[in-house]
């Protein structure tokens, strides 16, 4: 059985409402299901606005989904409220994306960790400051780097600490929200190499969201590609990267700037912007910028099935 | 012909009363119809480098403490205001990261490419909407009629980078500087971007300063690579040279770090530790502590090689420049 199933999850904002007129909705998240296994990382891309980030907040439930499921470990915790919520927090966590934001620049690490561990544990102080060693020396730094504040450290080891934070309560599974698109490539390659680590000593589980497909295909098992609030492509991270059916993916993978000059390829390059989700077109979504696209895509919304032959893999296109 | 050239530059910042290096002694050079990347960590000088070709750094606390820049046939460094001021008009065209913020978000983007079109000399006032409108088209904006209308907020992020772009050609330069162009943007955008970037160099003859720490957009584009760590320029070859056979062991690391479609079963090699900061310097090379190559040559004699001075910029093969004690 899966760690976490998602069913049919649909994130809506409500707009501004008019006299008279419906009630109009930003359907940033539309209908998403997937599963994640335990020690499993399930990679997520798409471009900005297609709804990837609001997804990984709705299973920490720091948005609300209007509908769906979400259960981790038989329990759903799209419902739940007040104290249950809070108890249920323990088994999920995020890491964000700005190493510069998501720290109080006024607490310690000490006091950072701390707090979780407060909130979510019932160690007593001793206890939590072996338990906040234990963890700091995980992601890579020392004892002293307790003591001091956000900005005495660097980009790579402020996403170290947020990352330990995340870690702090034993959560089953992390959503790891673009945790290296701030970084440079170096430092990149070093918090890569230590969610795996921790992946393989821990059995946590991931869901990576971030829009560089080279890295999520190198960090993730299995992939994610959404558009406009839908998942347009799912399979194993080969499947997806080394055999892309639906043009979207396609498109995706083409435009990342390779580093061998010889195997740079002709780009297929994705005319205009994502279109806004408030006025998304008829039909597939994506059919004004594929350069496939034909009468029946005007019209019809492609559902999600399976590639023949590879039951794991699935498109929304009808080309398949 | 040689449209940039700069020698043995060192540029120094006052910080609590001290004078910090942000670059040293680098030395590079731009032709006609050119793409030359500078790629480097953060905080290893690119910027700063390429904010001093047209010496739009505040002085103080910027110093220009050794070297030269030649633009143009000019030299920089010795150019009076009003020089300068022509430099910028008609020279040196510049795009930056952040377009939403390199735009003004209480005037109407036409008006603002309008600005630049008007500061050069031989503009005329009466066909500058036409001008304008020509220029949008030419950075690929649909419908310019329209466009020049809308305020920056109404655009997406890759059409404000697309203005941006017309106003760096408004004053028709010789040479663009790209500062880490596509960072804020989407992959599929950035293709789009730097595909306009070629374009436009292609039909222009322009040539290209690309800043980038994407070492994928480097192989896609440039002719020749510069790469800089902790404000010393490394190694410099060109692209298909510097991608195949690196020689510095830091490009080496660097190249080795990037995650590549394809190979994901391969663990990503990393660099033990982090940039030394400007105020703590090493004496000697500054990739000493992190480097692989000076942990195998560890015996007493050439560790204190590298610890106690600085390699020269030496050429090891034509074209193919490095600073390093060891690399051959």
């Not at chain 1, 496939?292 to 893999?313: F, I, N, R, W, Y």
């Not at chain 2, 001008?131 to 904006?141: K, P, R």
């Not at chain 2, 062991?249 to 394809?262: N, R």
């Amino acid at each position: 059985m899966p760690l976490l199933t998602v069913e049919n999850l649909k994130t809506w904002y409500p707009m501004k409402k008019e006299w008279f007129k419906p009630q109009e909705f930003l359907k940033a998240v539309d209908g998403v299901s997937f599963t994640l296994d335990k020690a499993e990382t399930v990679g997520l891309v798409g471009e900005s606005g297609c709804g990837k980030s609001t997804l990984g907040r709705t299973l920490v439930r720091l948005e609300n989904p209007v509908a769906g499921d979400v259960t981790i470990n038989g329990e759903d915790i799209a419902k739940l409220k007040g104290n249950a919520l809070r108890k249920a927090r323990g088994e999920f966590q995020i890491i964000f994306q700005d190493p510069y934001g998501s720290l109080n620049p006024r607490m310690s690490v000490l006091r950072t960790l701390d707090e979780v561990l407060a909130l979510h544990t019932n160690l007593d102080k001793q206890g939590r400051y072996m338990r906040m060693l234990e963890l700091i020396v995980m992601v890579g730094l020392k004892e002293e780097h307790l003591h001091r504040y956000p900005h005495q450290f660097s980009g790579g080891q402020r996403q170290r600490i947020g990352i330990a934070r995340a870690l702090a309560v034993e959560p089953e599974f992390i959503v790891a929200d673009e945790p290296v698109s701030a970084l440079d490539v170096s430092v990149q390659a070093q918090i890569i190499n230590l969610l795996i680590d921790i992946q393989e000593k821990t059995g946590i589980s991931f869901l990576f969201i971030a829009h560089d497909l080279a890295v999520v295909e190198h960090i993730s098992h299995r992939i994610l590609v959404m558009y406009l609030g839908r998942i347009v492509e799912s399979g194993s991270s080969s499947a997806v990267c080394k055999n892309a059916k639906h043009p979207y993916t396609q498109a995706l993978l083409s435009a990342v700037p390779t580093l061998d000059p010889e195997t740079r390829k002709k780009r297929i390059v994705l005319p205009g912007d994502v279109p806004s989700p408030l006025n998304p077109p008829s039909g597939c979504p994506f059919h004004p910028r594929c350069h496939q696209a034909m009468e029946k895509c005007k019209t019809e919304v492609p559902a999600l099935k399976s590639v023949k032959g590879s039951p794991d893999h699935q498109t929304a296109c009808f080309l398949e | 012909m040689t449209i940039v050239d700069v020698n043995k530059l060192s540029i120094e910042f006052k910080v609590d009363g001290q004078w910090l290096p942000a670059v040293n002694n680098i030395s590079f050079d731009v032709k006609k119809g050119e793409i030359v990347a500078l790629v480097g960590e953060s905080g290893c000088g690119k910027s700063v480098t390429c904010m001093a070709l047209a010496r739009l750094l505040p002085e103080p606390p910027a110093r220009y403490a050794s070297g030269e820049i030649m633009l143009h046939g000019k030299s920089v460094l010795t150019l009076k205001n009003r020089e300068l001021r022509d430099i910028r008009r008609h020279h040196i065209g510049y795009i930056f990261q952040e377009p939403s913020v390199s735009l003004n978000p209480v005037f109407r983007v036409g008006d603002q490419i309008a600005e630049a079109v008007l500061l050069r000399k031989d503009a005329s006032s009466s066909d500058v909407k036409n001008e304008v409108i020509e220029l949008l088209d030419q950075v690929g904006i649909s419908d310019p009629e329209k466009r020049i209308k809308s305020y920056p907020h109404q655009l997406s992020g890759g059409m404000q980078q697309r203005i941006m772009i017309a106003m760096a050609l408004a004053g028709k330069p010789d040479i663009l500087v790209a500062d880490e162009p596509t960072t804020a943007l989407d992959v599929t955008i950035q293709a789009q971007i730097l595909d306009l970037l070629c374009e436009i160099r292609e039909k222009r003859d322009m040539s290209i300063i690309l800043v980038t720490h994407n070492l994928g957009i480097v192989a896609d584009m440039a002719d020749r690579v510069v790469v800089m760590y902790a404000g010393h320029t490394v190694e410099s070859a060109n692209t298909d040279e510097l991608m195949k056979n690196p020689k510095h062991p830091y490009t080496q690391a660097l190249l080795s770090a990037v995650p590549k479609l394809g190979h994901s079963d391969e663990k990503l090699t990393t660099i033990p530790g982090t940039v030394p900061s400007p105020a703590n310097y090493p004496d000697g090379c500054r990739f000493f502590g992190r480097c692989a190559l000076a942990e195998k040559m560890i015996k007493s004699e050439s560790e204190l090689l590298c610890e106690k001075s600085v390699p020269d910029w030496r050429e090891i093969k034509k074209g193919h420049f490095c600073r390093c004690h060891y690399s051959q």
